[in-house]
T-cell receptor
């Protein structure tokens, strides 16, 4: 069974600075999908970014980018120019190629200081 | 697009009551819907996978008779917490996947905060 590990329970970043959230996973599959979801205090789950394992190029969405290291099974999220609205709980998630079930990490609470 | 509506957003009821939570995909057909439970500051725990027209698949440790799931159409799945007790108080979230889009992310509802007195 696949597992997802987020080793940072909490992180802090100064407004306008850059922060990186870590995520590692364990799988024996070669093709799969990885996601980062954001959950603000409203508790709505918001998709931040996704990565297909067969793509070597790291995904980027505006201020959000990932560092996908397939061999190391690592999928970190970098948030540039952090904003107060980025404060939330961030979940890393894994999905197998052949199904829709998501496996979530424990989450990282990100605090943004003004 | 890809909007998932979950209702109600908040429920407060007495112990012993049965509570029904609805999850609707508003602008797409969802052959599969998922039900999660989340405790404060914790991750989402998958409870069951709901497939249209068939029985739900429950995760290990989830009581089927306590958490009844029905997926009667391609746009609606319901979770009924039967004879709810205070320990069932939690945040419940549904999500849905588009039909035939295996590479697409799940789309989440806004969640239901259930409080059993």
């Amino acid at each position: 069974a696949q597992t997802v590990t987020q080793s940072q329970p909490e992180m802090s970043v100064q407004e306008a600075e850059t922060v990186t959230l870590s995520c590692t996973y364990d799988t024996s599959e070669s093709d799969y999908y990885l996601f980062w979801y954001k959950q603000p205090p409203s508790r709505q789950m918001i998709l931040v970014i996704r990565q297909e394992a067969y793509k070597q190029q790291n995904a980027t969405e505006n201020r959000f980018s990932v560092n996908f290291q397939k061999a190391a099974k690592s999928f970190s999220l970098k948030i540039s120019d952090s904003q107060l609205g980025d404060a939330a709980m961030y979940f890393c998630a894994y999905r197998t190629q052949y199904g829709n079930k998501l496996v979530f990490g424990a989450g990282t609470i990100l605090r943004v200081k003004s | 697009g890809a909007v998932v509506s979950q209702h109600p957003s908040r429920v407060i009821c007495k112990s012993g009551t049965s509570v029904k939570i609805e999850c609707r995909s508003l602008d797409f057909q969802a052959t599969t819907m998922f039900w999660y439970r989340q405790f404060p500051k914790q991750s989402l725990m998958l409870m069951a996978t709901s497939n249209e027209g068939s029985k739900a698949t429950y995760e290990q440790g989830v009581e089927k008779d306590k958490f009844l799931i029905n997926h009667a159409s391609l746009t609606l799945s319901t979770l009924t917490v039967t004879s709810a007790h205070p320990e069932d108080s939690s945040f419940y979230i549904c999500s849905a996947s588009r039909e035939r889009e295996s590479n697409q992310p799940q789309h989440f509802g806004d969640g239901t905060r259930l409080s059993i007195l």
